[in-house]
């Protein structure tokens, strides 16, 4: 940690301008060298990574040619990427990722959850659709890990488990990529119902920074999925979700994926560095806030934010009755003068 600079990016709750709650937050931020350049609190804090494993989890795949083998493209490896929002495009494609494989909603590991999209919510109501498999966030994740077990002759029933060749690969490369042992990582089981692992913030910030810079440096794999996630970034997330602005926004410079529990990951492969963070409570309230305040404090987004990622800084609070009675914001004591 020596030379690195410490940053504070904690998020306060308020009400009659009355600090009501705050949520501590964690980071670590890594430079081109793959050192630590910025931290905030516990830079080495051990967490579940989540869905922000999904960028590397899609490599041993690729890598193998069977997702080139069932004529795939950047859409199929967007939506292996995402944490959607359960909209119809994500939902159909989903189903057309399983098709193409002889497999059907049922064979999914994931079970069914209400959308994570506001549209996605209101048109399944509209249509009078059940929530099914297909609508949980990681359906895509699911389908390409069925199609790697299916392209591979590996048996696609408990595809999800630690102990299969498809979880293993993922770890494998989740190890290369953050130089953390599969040996030394807690393994546990995410809400989706696939094998998660455990690492340190630093570690996950160091993946995405050699990710990102293997993109820039136009390595195959890692440059493909940047390339299908910024052409089809609504794919991503969805119509109101924060990667998805944040990539359009940025134009792409920045690739950032949401995880649970207040985990989140991003790389500007431009400048070479990652970012994690980990807010301490899990709240989704204060991460997005958490991450925008990071990034701006690193130079990858400037102090005054374009409209549409403003939006997300300052988070209104209100009563039963619709009016505005507080917010969630950056806490006041680490805004620049």
Not at 157 to 169: L, S
Request: negative net charge; proline residues 4%; hydrophobic residues 40%.
């Amino acid at each position: 940690m020596q030379g690195a600079r410490e940053i504070s990016v904690d998020v306060e709750v308020t009400r009659a301008d009355v600090i009501e709650s705050r949520h501590r937050v964690h980071a670590a931020v890594i430079g081109d060298d793959d050192s630590l350049t910025d931290f905030a609190r516990e830079s080495g804090l051990v967490t579940m990574w989540r869905s922000c494993s999904k960028l590397f989890q899609v490599l041993p795949f690729l890598a193998s040619g069977g997702f080139d083998q069932l004529g795939w493209g950047s859409e199929q490896l967007a939506l292996s990427c995402a944490s959607h929002g359960g909209e119809p495009e994500h939902v159909a494609l989903a189903a057309r990722m399983l098709d193409s494989i002889g497999l059907e909603e049922g064979d999914l590991a994931c079970g069914p959850h209400e959308p994570l999209s506001a549209r996605g919510v209101k048109m399944a109501r509209e249509l009078g659709t059940p929530w099914t498999r297909l609508h949980n966030n990681c359906s895509g994740k699911h389908a390409s890990m069925l199609a790697r077990a299916f392209t591979a002759g590996w048996p696609t029933g408990g595809y999800e488990r630690a102990d299969h060749a498809v979880q293993r690969a993922c770890l494998d490369e989740v190890a290369s990529w953050s130089g953390v042992s599969t040996d030394d990582m807690p393994i546990g089981v995410d809400g989706c119902g696939v094998t998660v692992m455990a690492l340190p913030l630093d570690r996950m910030a160091l993946a995405y920074a050699r990710w990102g810079r293997a993109v820039e440096a136009a390595d195959e794999l890692p440059s493909r999925t940047a390339a299908a996630i910024r052409a089809h970034p609504h794919l991503l997330g969805g119509t109101d979700r924060f990667d998805t602005v944040l990539i359009e926004e940025t134009k792409g410079a920045i690739i950032s994926k949401v995880g649970a529990e207040g985990v989140h990951c991003a790389t500007v492969p431009a400048m070479g560095i990652g970012v994690a963070i980990k807010v301490e409570d899990g709240t989704i309230r204060a991460q997005h806030i958490a991450l925008l305040r990071v990034l701006q404090q690193v130079g990858a987004l400037p102090h005054v934010l374009p409209p549409r990622l403003a939006e997300w800084t300052h988070r209104a609070i209100r009563n039963t009755r619709g009016e505005i009675v507080g917010e969630v914001r950056a806490a006041m004591s680490q805004l620049p003068e």
